[in-house]
């Protein structure tokens, strides 16, 4: 089963240029005035309209797996707002989590 996200940004070319400059990820313009983001088998579709009459909010994480969680935190590091320092989680998981310009909140794990 494939998923795709659909969430609110306040400012498309921020996000656009947010994720493409993270590892992994490609960020193009698509249909209806929205940005496709693509990247570790996932995909998300931001809008800046504002079709839930409220400002951008998610009650979660979405969690991305990577081959080499510490490459990926070292080309990170200082650059994107930190959530969370790479670190052994007690279910398994190394993994750091990173924020994005709307307060989206992206973890990177690798199965230990």
């Known amino acids: 089963m494939a998923l795709t ?3 609110r940004c306040t400012d498309l070319e921020r996000t ?7 590892p992994g990820f490609s960020a193009a313009a698509s249909k209806g005035e929205t940005l496709t983001v693509s990247g ?3 995909r998300v579709v931001f809008t800046a309209a504002d079709l839930w009459h409220r ?8 969690y991305l797996t990577v081959e080499d969680v510490e490459a990926c935190f070292a080309q990170l590091q200082g650059r994107v707002p930190q959530a969370w320092a790479l670190q052994d989680m007690p279910y398994g998981a190394r993994e750091f989590g990173i924020v994005d310009p709307d307060g989206y ?4 794990q690798q199965a230990a």
């Open 16 to 22: 656009r240029a947010f994720y493409a400059s993270l």
């Open 105 to 108: 909140v992206l973890a990177f």
């Open 55 to 62: 400002a951008p909010t998610l009650t979660g994480t979405l």
């Open 40 to 42: 570790h088998g996932a």
């Open 5 to 7: 996200l659909l969430l």
